[in-house]
């Protein structure tokens, strides 16, 4: 297999930022925006085609078009724990993905559609997911839940396979291995690249996120593809569970798009910045409406919580509009956007229909609308208002839709509001639209969605807007968001690379830093406070070859190495913390990513050195090494070590320099088992 060194090969890649990171040598990456107006896919056929390496390069070449598309978008002032910076499918080696069997979980609600759009961006990103997986090589296991609700055709897992078989234009064979409870059987990819589940909304373990089902979801798979932002607020065994069984847990096309729009949302980058707000439920939606005041401009309610606006302003409203308790979490919104000087607009008329005749239609001001009628859609003048304020943004954002009880039957002022917004957008105006009504409503009105941010699941969005976070995001593995200035970082930065993983406090890799001027020396820790210390002692001591990061090395560890100049030579792992309550976690330091992400990236006769004082999380070490590092690292023993522990540790810490753990242990007189692997150019 190709050794993956190309900078260019592994930031070939969707690359957000995070907020507030100590280090100025950090920059933020480059962001998709992944508008393709004029991108389509090749035609796609078996791997096995005439040509499959046309196919491939067609593909990457697609993915390098929208990769730099726009500048990167920032959470400003969203805790980096609420929207992490997850791996995606993009950033992912496709070199890795050859051979694998990849678990993907797609959104019924955007590929099983009844009114399916060929045109949405999402369908898109949805199929692309899928594609992508194929030609590069990888065995597909498709998973979603379903009902007639979606479309009313949809009754079998047999037909939703022809669908994706009709979509995709490869076969597309059902299985039922979750009915009998039984492991998939990797046979089963002989006759065909792509298996389909059965839907999940028939096991009640799915909702429950049961162990075990997720367990036998994941059984044979090596990578999880979770492309269903849609249920990223909820925790399901099919989104959450099956990421503690797979080595590598990435988002697809479709949601990394949908997270690209939340930062994007997020980012304070236009002014003036206005949110229309539709739908109802003010009170707990209140924490939303807050964060969207503290982002905007403006805030237009045009659904039924303006009544709740209007009622809490003192304004006449019909008390069946009013919503039970709401009246104070109204009037806290109001005082804060007062406070912070946010305008807040709220419809002047309603088109208003009389409940026992509903084909008698009449516009009314929206405080004197008379008993026994009831609004079913926004009137000209509110119409006109908001277009005013909303030609004069650089940015909106459309959350909710304008629905009131009969609103179906009547969207006349709905509809201008989403020309109005189509409109703009072909402008210099930035418009997402969220939620599934208001993104069907803009579809009907416009022959080409391609200039809006259309993101489906408003549930989702609401979560996040509340400062929530989202079990499916933080299920995903961790990815490095910024690109690291290594001239800044070192002073000579072509010199020969030493990565610590789980560098501590920094003894080790400090005096290894002060021995060998010859070397540059890198730590990578979880711990930010021990990273700050860290880097006040080389400020301290004047030391150029030394440097340390923030970051969970499990999952970043390739991001960040690969971009390096010069060649990596060696890489530690001392004394990482057991979990002996819970083996099999995986979150625990060394997993299979970063096996393969080592072997991968160290330079032929390059070294790996482990030690800990526990033997069973030495042998544990070992045999990940050796079993995932794919043929490449080999046992070494150092030739001038002479006394050799039982069981064949290294008995001595051949680099002269002890990191503060194993001075502890070797000061209260306990063993340490250590080891050396090697990468030989030439492997037996």
């Known amino acids: 297999m190709a050794q993956v060194h190309s900078h260019s090969e592994v930031l070939l890649l969707n690359k957000f930022s995070f907020c507030n990171f100590p280090s100025k040598l950090l920059q933020r990456k480059r962001s998709c925006s992944f508008t393709r107006n004029d991108a389509v896919l090749p035609n796609h056929r078996r791997v096995q085609s005439s040509s499959p390496v046309a196919l491939k390069v067609a593909v990457a070449d697609d993915v390098k078009k929208s990769s730099n598309d726009t500048e990167d978008h920032i959470c400003d002032g969203i805790e980096s724990d609420v929207l992490p910076h997850i791996q995606t499918l993009r950033r992912f080696p496709k070199v890795e993905l050859a051979g694998k069997v990849a678990l993907v979980r797609f959104d019924s609600t955007i590929l099983l559609n009844q009114e399916l759009d060929p045109r949405s961006r999402s369908v898109f990103n949805a199929l692309f997911t899928i594609k992508y997986l194929l030609e590069f090589g990888a065995k597909v296991i498709l998973a979603s839940d379903w009902s007639n609700k979606i479309n009313s055709n949809v009754l079998s897992a047999e037909y939703v396979a022809d669908v994706f078989s009709s979509a995709l234009k490869y076969q597309v064979v059902t299985i039922k291995s979750l009915s009998f409870k039984i492991s998939l059987d990797v046979g089963a990819f002989k006759k065909t690249d792509i298996l389909l589940l059965e839907n999940l909304s028939e096991f009640k373990e799915e909702v429950a996120n049961c162990s075990k089902f997720a367990q036998l979801l994941s059984s044979g798979v090596d990578i999880f593809v979770n492309d269903s932002f849609s249920l990223s607020h909820k925790i399901l065994a099919s989104t959450v569970g099956v990421a503690r069984f797979c080595y590598a847990c990435v988002a697809g096309f479709h949601f990394e798009e949908s997270l690209f729009q939340l930062r994007k949302m997020a980012k304070l980058d236009e002014k003036p910045y206005a949110a229309i ?137 709905a509809s201008k509001l989403t020309g109005m917004l189509c409109k703009v957008s072909q402008g210099t105006c930035n418009v997402t639209v969220i939620g599934s009504m208001a993104c069907k409503a803009i579809a009907k009105v416009s022959s080409s969605i391609f200039g809006l941010n259309m993101v489906e699941s408003g549930s989702a969005v609401w979560e996040f807007l509340k400062g929530r976070m989202l079990p499916g995001v933080s299920a995903l593995d961790r990815a490095f968001p910024f690109d690291i200035d290594w001239s800044a970082a070192y002073h000579d930065p072509a010199q020969p690379l030493v990565v610590d993983i789980g560098s501590g406090n920094g003894l080790f890799l400090l005096g290894m830093a002060r021995k060998r001027k010859d070397l540059n020396f890198l730590g990578l820790e979880v711990n930010e406070k021990l990273v700050t210390h860290c880097r006040d002692s080389l400020q301290l001591s004047g030391i150029t070859n030394g440097y340390f990061i923030a970051t969970n090395a499990t999952s970043t560890f390739r991001s960040i190495v690969a971009s390096y100049p010069g060649k990596l030579i060696l890489v530690s792992i001392q004394c990482p913390n057991p979990d002996f309550n819970r083996p099999e976690h995986r979150w625990r330091m060394v997993q299979r990513s970063l096996v393969e992400a080592v072997s991968d990236l160290l330079v032929h006769d390059g070294k790996v050195f482990l030690q800990s004082d526990i033997e069973e999380v030495m042998l544990r070490m070992k045999q990940q090494f050796l079993e995932y590092g794919k043929g490449k690292l080999v046992l070494v023993q150092d030739e001038c070590d002479t006394k050799t522990n039982q069981g064949g540790w290294l008995g001595e810490n051949s680099f002269g320099v002890r990191s503060d753990w194993e001075q502890h242990v070797i000061d209260r007189g306990a063993p340490m088992y250590r080891l050396m692997l090697s990468k030989p150019s030439c492997v037996k």
């Open 277 to 413: 707000i539709g739908g109802g439920n003010l009170c707990n939606k209140a924490a939303a409406l807050h964060f969207l005041a503290s982002r905007c401009d403006g805030l237009i309610f045009v659904g039924l919580m303006s009544f709740q606006i209007m009622h809490a302003l003192g304004l006449p409203v019909p008390p069946e509009l009013v919503e039970k308790g709401a009246n104070d979490a109204a009037s806290d919104l109001i005082q804060f956007a007062r406070d912070k000087n946010i305008t807040i607009l709220y419809p002047k008329d309603f088109w208003c229909t009389k409940i026992h005749h509903p084909n008698q239609v009449e516009i009314f001001p929206s405080h004197g609308i008379p008993d026994g009628w009831e609004p079913v859609d926004i009137g000209p003048r509110s119409v006109e208002e908001i277009t005013s304020t909303i030609t004069k943004c650089k940015k909106v954002i459309w959350v909710g839709p304008v629905n009131f009880r009969f609103s179906s039957q009547y969207s006349n002022g």
